[in-house]
């Protein structure tokens, strides 16, 4: 009976340490482990705009870490009129509906537009000239059927870890998205 | 030692502070010693940090700034009020939060095809009741005994006065796309936006007859429409008013297809057609003057029987929730918002909102 004692065996400041040090070798595995199993799914992510949020705020344009913006206008041909007057091609109040630079909109002239047949014309956006600012992409969606839209594109985009668009984003439209779908397109009903 | 040595150097600046004082009087500036110069550096550094609040400067860059790619439209968002030839009458909330047409009833009541049925409305905008369809309808019409015809996407549901379904007629196409409804004593006619024409019934749903569908050799030049808003209405005259809306102009076809005329420009001032394709919604007032309802730059206007511009019944400024770009996306509709009307025997018009889910009443000006 008295060598069953109610309190339990001291603990040496050895026994203590060695202790300390397998409970810090078992975390630090489970750590490794973790971090190699996370790595192993490949999960990665990558920055783009949800067309719906987009405001047409401009900042696109201007808020890139690159020199030309990753960000260009993308063109869901599935939605759109094909328009003889395109309010994402032409000025508010053009003089005409012909490609004279007076009358287009876009400040890059980065919008072909090409004659399908009468009273259809096809609109394609050149990304070498497009940088993002949105103009197209108001007219579009304010008068039209908003076929013209916002997208990051991944052969340009160096993938920030803090966006410089997305902090400045006015619709907060910026997202991370997995890299295995890195765009959000608009679609037809 | 130390205290003798200060002493001393006071003594000696003192013995040099006569001719700084002197100079002082004279108004030269006063020598900087170190903590005078600290004060004065901080004291600017707080004047500059105040300054760069005051101005903004400090506020995220991006967000502050001007965009220098506006699309500027401002110049058109605001009516020149010697154009206003109706006054607000009054409004009222629509009890359906997607409403899409409005018409009104030979017995004066409002019946608007919405997203839950049709909801039938006194003029101050009590609902009456709700005819359900089972899915949204998109278009209505009421003929002179009260019988009600629904567009549902693809085809036409029929109930009668108190709101029974009655018959349901087929599609007439497979494409077919319904936003807009008329009928006249003998024929309904469907406005059949995905197959591009409208389509002429009798009133047991058998079709009759195509109208507005590409003809060269009848001279019709086919319908363009970049979005689902074709509209129709059949005058007193028994014409039918179909709005082109890709074409900016209103076509005027006999019950048989044939083009009468057509009338309207595109243009962003008031008297043209705004946009791409408009206009998107059409009323007719007793003596065959025309109303006409535009997206984009969401307005409503008077034109005479052969088109010449008369005025403006609400401009843009009337509808803020409307005229904000892209706000109305409805990707199951196909609809970018805009607008519709319809006119009662008064000949005031009752505008539907199709953003703000409400109607806004306007009344002819000096009518009492």
């Given at each position: 009976m008295n060598s069953s004692s109610p309190h339990p065996p001291s603990v040496s400041r050895r026994q203590f340490l060695r202790d300390g040090a397998r409970v810090a070798a078992v975390a630090g595995l489970g750590g490794l482990v973790g971090l190699a199993a996370s790595r192993s799914t490949g999960k990665e992510w990558v920055w783009q705009i949800d067309p719906?949020?987009?405001v047409r705020c401009g900042n696109c344009a201007t808020h890139c870490v690159l020199e030309q913006s990753a960000v260009k206008c993308v063109h869901a041909y599935a939605l759109c009129g094909y328009c003889q007057l395109c309010t994402g091609y032409f000025e508010p109040e053009p003089n005409a509906l012909n490609t004279g630079a007076e009358n287009c909109l876009c400040p890059t002239a980065a919008i072909q537009r090409t004659f399908v047949e009468d009273p259809y014309y096809e609109y394609t956006i050149d990304e070498n000239l497009c940088i993002g600012c949105a103009k197209?992409?108001?007219g579009c969606t304010r008068f039209g059927n908003g076929s013209l839209f916002l997208q990051v594109r991944h052969?340009?985009?160096?993938?920030?870890?803090?966006?410089?668009?997305?902090?400045?984003?006015?619709?907060?439209?910026?997202?991370r998205v997995p890299a295995d779908q890195p765009y959000l397109l608009k679609t037809t009903h | 030692m130390?205290?003798?040595?200060?002493?001393?150097?006071?003594?000696?600046?003192?013995?040099?502070?006569?001719?700084q004082k002197e100079a002082l009087s004279q108004g030269a500036p006063a020598p900087l010693n170190r903590r005078r110069f600290l004060v004065q550096g901080t004291h600017g550094v707080g004047f500059l940090a105040l300054g760069s609040l005051v101005s903004g400067g400090w506020t995220t860059p991006g967000n502050a700034a001007v965009n220098r790619f506006a699309y500027d439209v401002e110049r058109f968002s605001t009516t020149d009020p010697k154009f206003l030839?109706?006054?607000?009458?009054?409004?009222?909330?629509?009890p359906d939060p997607a409403p899409r047409r409005i018409v009104f009833s030979k017995e004066g009541q409002l019946y608007v095809a919405g997203k839950r049925g049709v909801s039938v409305l006194d003029r101050s905008g009590g609902l009456i009741r709700l005819i359900e369809a089972g899915a949204p309808v998109r278009c209505v019409a009421v003929d002179g005994n009260g019988q009600v015809y629904a567009g549902v996407r693809d085809h036409v549901e029929v109930f009668d006065p108190a709101g029974r379904r009655v018959r349901r007629w087929e599609a007439p196409s497979k494409k077919a796309w319904l936003t807009g409804l008329a009928v006249s004593k003998a024929d309904v006619f469907l406005a059949d936006s995905g197959s591009r024409l409208i389509w002429r019934c009798d009133l047991e749903g058998k079709i009759i007859g195509k109208i507005g569908e590409k003809n060269p050799e009848r001279n019709v030049p086919g319908l363009i429409l970049p979005s689902p808003y074709l509209d129709v209405k059949v005058g007193g005259d028994g014409l039918l008013r179909v709005n082109n809306s890709g074409r900016h102009r209103i076509e005027v076809y006999t019950a048989d297809g044939d083009l009468e005329l057509f009338w309207g420009k595109p243009s962003a001032?008031?008297?043209?057609?705004?946009?791409?394709?408009?206009?998107?919604?059409?009323?007719?007032?007793?003596?065959?003057?025309?109303?006409?309802?535009?997206?984009?730059?969401?307005?409503?206007?008077?034109?005479?029987?052969?088109?010449?511009?008369?005025?403006?019944?609400?401009?843009?400024?009337?509808f803020p929730k409307n005229a904000q770009a892209g706000k109305a996306r409805d990707s199951e509709d196909g609809t970018m918002g805009g607008l519709d009307a319809a006119v009662d025997a008064r000949g005031w018009v009752y505008v539907l909102d199709l953003v703000a889910a409400e109607v806004q009443v306007y009344q002819p000006k000096g009518a009492v």
């Amino acid at each position: 009976m008295n060598s069953s004692s109610p309190h339990p065996p001291s603990v040496s400041r050895r026994q203590f340490l060695r202790d300390g040090a397998r409970v810090a070798a078992v975390a630090g595995l489970g750590g490794l482990v973790g971090l190699a199993a996370s790595r192993s799914t490949g999960k990665e992510w990558v920055w783009q705009i949800d067309p719906d949020k987009c405001v047409r705020c401009g900042n696109c344009a201007t808020h890139c870490v690159l020199e030309q913006s990753a960000v260009k206008c993308v063109h869901a041909y599935a939605l759109c009129g094909y328009c003889q007057l395109c309010t994402g091609y032409f000025e508010p109040e053009p003089n005409a509906l012909n490609t004279g630079a007076e009358n287009c909109l876009c400040p890059t002239a980065a919008i072909q537009r090409t004659f399908v047949e009468d009273p259809y014309y096809e609109y394609t956006i050149d990304e070498n000239l497009c940088i993002g600012c949105a103009k197209c992409v108001e007219g579009c969606t304010r008068f039209g059927n908003g076929s013209l839209f916002l997208q990051v594109r991944h052969d340009r985009c160096v993938n920030c870890n803090e966006c410089a668009i997305s902090k400045v984003c006015a619709g907060d439209a910026f997202q991370r998205v997995p890299a295995d779908q890195p765009y959000l397109l608009k679609t037809t009903h | 030692m130390s205290t003798q040595d200060h002493s001393k150097n006071r003594t000696e600046c003192g013995s040099d502070a006569a001719p700084q004082k002197e100079a002082l009087s004279q108004g030269a500036p006063a020598p900087l010693n170190r903590r005078r110069f600290l004060v004065q550096g901080t004291h600017g550094v707080g004047f500059l940090a105040l300054g760069s609040l005051v101005s903004g400067g400090w506020t995220t860059p991006g967000n502050a700034a001007v965009n220098r790619f506006a699309y500027d439209v401002e110049r058109f968002s605001t009516t020149d009020p010697k154009f206003l030839v109706y006054d607000r009458a009054g409004g009222f909330p629509i009890p359906d939060p997607a409403p899409r047409r409005i018409v009104f009833s030979k017995e004066g009541q409002l019946y608007v095809a919405g997203k839950r049925g049709v909801s039938v409305l006194d003029r101050s905008g009590g609902l009456i009741r709700l005819i359900e369809a089972g899915a949204p309808v998109r278009c209505v019409a009421v003929d002179g005994n009260g019988q009600v015809y629904a567009g549902v996407r693809d085809h036409v549901e029929v109930f009668d006065p108190a709101g029974r379904r009655v018959r349901r007629w087929e599609a007439p196409s497979k494409k077919a796309w319904l936003t807009g409804l008329a009928v006249s004593k003998a024929d309904v006619f469907l406005a059949d936006s995905g197959s591009r024409l409208i389509w002429r019934c009798d009133l047991e749903g058998k079709i009759i007859g195509k109208i507005g569908e590409k003809n060269p050799e009848r001279n019709v030049p086919g319908l363009i429409l970049p979005s689902p808003y074709l509209d129709v209405k059949v005058g007193g005259d028994g014409l039918l008013r179909v709005n082109n809306s890709g074409r900016h102009r209103i076509e005027v076809y006999t019950a048989d297809g044939d083009l009468e005329l057509f009338w309207g420009k595109p243009s962003a001032a008031i008297e043209g057609f705004c946009g791409c394709c408009n206009p998107v919604g059409l009323a007719l007032l007793a003596d065959g003057r025309h109303i006409t309802c535009e997206k984009g730059l969401p307005r409503v206007k008077r034109y005479a029987a052969d088109g010449t511009f008369e005025g403006v019944v609400a401009g843009p400024e009337s509808f803020p929730k409307n005229a904000q770009a892209g706000k109305a996306r409805d990707s199951e509709d196909g609809t970018m918002g805009g607008l519709d009307a319809a006119v009662d025997a008064r000949g005031w018009v009752y505008v539907l909102d199709l953003v703000a889910a409400e109607v806004q009443v306007y009344q002819p000006k000096g009518a009492v």
